[in-house]
């Protein structure tokens, strides 16, 4: 397996000139890991007989997108912490691997952060933003209840990049908010679904006091999940929706019509149920609903869309686990994330963890969550860092959809088909980046993951592959493109 970043410049206007400007590929054999391939420009020209694959790219337009990214929990910003702590250079050339925005640069440019409001399963102890009894007042809230460090990194990794979006959500209500009398499990009592909002909202507040104003908050992780051994709460959709409305009213009143409120924040396999109850009981409070990997597949994601087209969607998480085949989670995620779920309207696509240690830890002391470990992003250990697969997923789409300069926009999904005898080995997302200038040459980009391996073994065969766009087109017979092309691949 290759992915590929094809990175394609055409002019405006009439077509003038059109090539394939960049590629970036990672291999199955690690041979290459988010490598610029460093070629010549290649031209497309008049269109041939196509190859054993087709890429067709077309100009319509989807969705906009925000960004790809990762959480940020207590767990990740302790190894970071401590990683600053004992090796200063690595822990900033860390960061800039991640977030430096830089064109051109082997950086994955990631741009969206998902920061826990309180405690999550990835956490020292357990607790919120209030854990005073029976504060109807809210008067002991404090964001700093939350670690020094978890802020400390999100100033460091500000410093890194201008592209930034954070977006916010809590594991659970206070204790004293719930059934449960407990962080862990149990159900927000009824009643409490304004307090609850208001809790939401001087969440908003911090964050934005501590300078990372939220661009989206949800009002519960999973809330139809509940855990004994970690902070959780069953949220039902009735409930969601007297929080949201309530929410939605502080947010507007007080100066924060910006900050989106998402809804569902939990698996595929309930896309048709709970957040389309969501929007019929909250139409104004939310825009959208966002949605995680571990029951069902991205293209439940159409029966959301399909009752409400005008909300928007999101991936928020997904986690793989350690001591698992590196080729067989990149195919997997890149299948089913970065191509599926965007296919199906997703505007960002999180994966959990952005840093722990190599195997899982550290977790919250007693959590039955993510057994034997959950994979971060990236692994800290023994005073390095080192890039799981996680990474290079990331890394080729996000490079694509980054604004390519200051003053030009986020990529905007396009439309792209594939043909031809092998055309469903691969699969494909294709995207356009604006430009600060309209005079400026236009950036397209193709990722492109390689799966032709289905006869076995991890020798995944090459496919000769020819590329349409604007008319025009790029042959294996053409430039070099045999070399290219039929490797495994994920392009931009």
């Known amino acids: 397996m290759r992915l590929y970043n094809f990175i394609v410049l055409t002019s405006v206007g009439p077509v003038v000139s059109q090539r394939i400007w960049d590629i970036w590929q990672t291999t199955w054999n690690r041979s290459n890991l988010f490598t610029s391939l460093k070629l010549p420009p290649i031209s497309f020209g008049t269109p041939g007989p196509i190859g054993d694959a087709d890429i067709v790219v077309d100009t319509r337009k989807y969705q906009q997108m925000d960004g790809f990214g990762a959480s940020l929990t207590d767990s990740s910003a302790l190894v970071l912490n401590d990683f600053k702590s004992s090796n200063s250079s690595g822990y900033w050339s860390l960061l800039y691997k991640l977030f430096d925005p830089t064109e051109a640069v082997s950086s994955a440019a990631l741009s969206v952060v998902r920061v826990p409001i309180g405690a999550s399963d990835f956490s020292a102890s357990g607790y919120t933003f209030d854990d005073t009894w029976n504060d109807l007042s809210l008067s002991a809230f404090s964001v700093d209840r939350a670690p020094a460090y978890v802020w400390?990194?999100?100033?460091?990794?500000?410093?890194?990049?201008?592209?930034?979006?954070?977006?916010?959500?809590?594991?659970?209500?206070?204790?004293?908010?719930?059934?449960?009398?407990?962080?862990?499990?149990?159900?927000?009592?009824?009643?409490?679904?304004?307090?609850?909002?208001?809790?939401?909202?001087?969440?908003?507040?911090?964050?934005?006091?501590?300078?990372?104003?939220?661009?989206?908050?949800?009002?519960?992780?999973?809330?139809?999940?509940?855990?004994?051994?970690?902070?959780?709460?069953?949220?039902?959709?009735?409930?969601?929706?007297?929080?949201?409305?309530?929410?939605?009213?502080?947010?507007?009143?007080?100066?924060?019509t910006d900050v989106k409120i998402i809804g569902f924040e939990h698996n595929w396999d309930n896309a048709a149920t709970y957040p389309v109850q969501l929007m019929q009981q909250a139409p104004s409070a939310f825009a959208g609903a966002s949605f995680h990997c571990y029951a069902g597949t991205a293209s439940a994601q159409a029966a959301f869309t399909n009752a409400y087209p005008s909300k928007g969607v999101w991936f928020t998480e997904c986690t793989g686990?350690?001591?698992?085949?590196?080729?067989?989670?990149?195919?997997?995620?890149?299948?089913?994330?970065?191509?599926?779920?965007?296919?199906?309207?997703?505007?960002?696509?999180?994966?959990?963890?952005?840093?722990?240690?190599?195997?899982?830890?550290?977790?919250?002391?007693?959590?039955?969550?993510?057994?034997?470990?959950?994979?971060?992003?990236?692994?800290?250990?023994?005073?390095?860092?080192?890039?799981?697969?996680?990474?290079?997923?990331?890394?080729?789409?996000?490079?694509?959809?980054?604004?390519?300069?200051?003053?030009?926009?986020?990529?905007?999904?396009?439309?792209?088909?594939?043909?031809?005898?092998?055309?469903?080995?691969?699969?494909?997302?294709?995207?356009?980046?604006?430009?600060?200038?309209?005079?400026?040459?236009?950036?397209?980009?193709?990722?492109?993951?390689?799966?032709?391996?289905?006869?076995?073994?991890?020798?995944?065969?090459?496919?000769?592959?020819?590329?349409?766009?604007?008319?025009?087109?790029?042959?294996?017979?053409?430039?070099?493109?045999?070399?290219?092309?039929?490797?495994?691949?994920?392009?931009?």
């Open 152 to 256: 400390s990194t999100l100033a460091d990794i500000k410093t890194v990049t201008p592209y930034l979006k954070f977006f916010i959500v809590p594991w659970t209500a206070p204790a004293w908010m719930k059934t449960s009398s407990s962080l862990n499990g149990g159900t927000l009592k009824s009643g409490y679904e304004k307090l609850f909002a208001q809790y939401l909202f001087k969440s908003v507040q911090g964050f934005t006091n501590k300078g990372y104003r939220p661009f989206a908050i949800s009002c519960q992780n999973e809330p139809q999940h509940s855990n004994p051994t970690y902070p959780t709460m069953l949220l039902p959709v009735e409930q969601e929706a007297l929080v949201g409305i309530a929410l939605r009213e502080l947010l507007d009143s007080n100066g924060y």
């Open 321 to 492: 686990v350690i001591n698992t085949d590196w080729w067989r989670n990149i195919k997997w995620n890149v299948q089913r994330l970065f191509v599926s779920s965007t296919t199906y309207g997703s505007r960002s696509v999180l994966i959990w963890n952005l840093v722990g240690r190599a195997n899982g830890d550290p977790k919250l002391p007693g959590t039955g969550s993510c057994f034997p470990g959950c994979r971060p992003v990236v692994s800290v250990d023994n005073n390095r860092w080192y890039l799981n697969e996680e990474y290079y997923m990331l890394a080729h789409s996000s490079r694509i959809v980054i604004p390519r300069e200051k003053g030009g926009g986020f990529a905007t999904r396009i439309g792209v088909s594939v043909g031809g005898s092998l055309g469903s080995t691969l699969s494909v997302q294709a995207y356009v980046t604006p430009r600060a200038s309209s005079s400026d040459w236009l950036k397209y980009g193709i990722v492109v993951l390689n799966a032709n391996d289905a006869s076995g073994g991890w020798n995944p065969q090459p496919v000769a592959t020819t590329i349409s766009f604007n008319g025009l087109q790029v042959s294996p017979r053409y430039g070099g493109m045999h070399r290219q092309i039929p490797l495994p691949t994920r392009q931009t």
